[in-house]
């Protein structure tokens, strides 16, 4: 079993968290999303929650410690299997992780 260094762990981090933050709340994924939850096609204003929702795992997919745990776990599996093509997939969601972090820390509020 490997232990990552410092680099390899932020990268890893910061792909966990972007592929959590695709699958529970990016507009991109929406539709799958809604689908699997049963939301079909519920708006939040005013409109009663279709009754065949999905609570609990709605719950699990919007949940950082949840499904964010599964995702990190996946990249950490993913990295001892095969480190070099792990390390080399993760950049692009580290980045794509750190446009929105610095996108949420520097634009003014909407």
């Given at each position: 079993m490997n232990i990552p260094d410092w680099y390899t762990l932020l990268l890893l981090t910061l792909a966990g968290f972007r592929t959590w933050r695709l699958l529970s709340e990016d507009e991109l994924l929406d539709w799958?999303?809604?689908?699997?939850l049963r939301l079909g096609d519920w708006q939040e204003e005013g409109d009663a929650v279709p009754a065949?929702?999905?609570k609990t795992l709605g719950a699990f997919v919007g949940c950082a410690h949840c499904l964010g745990a599964w995702c990190a776990l996946g990249w950490w599996i993913a990295w001892q299997l095969w480190p070099n093509g792990t390390i080399i997939t993760a950049v692009p969601f580290a980045l794509s992780a750190l446009v929105g972090i610095t996108r949420g820390k520097l634009d003014p509020p909407e």
């Open positions: 799958p999303r809604r689908r699997l065949n929702y999905r």
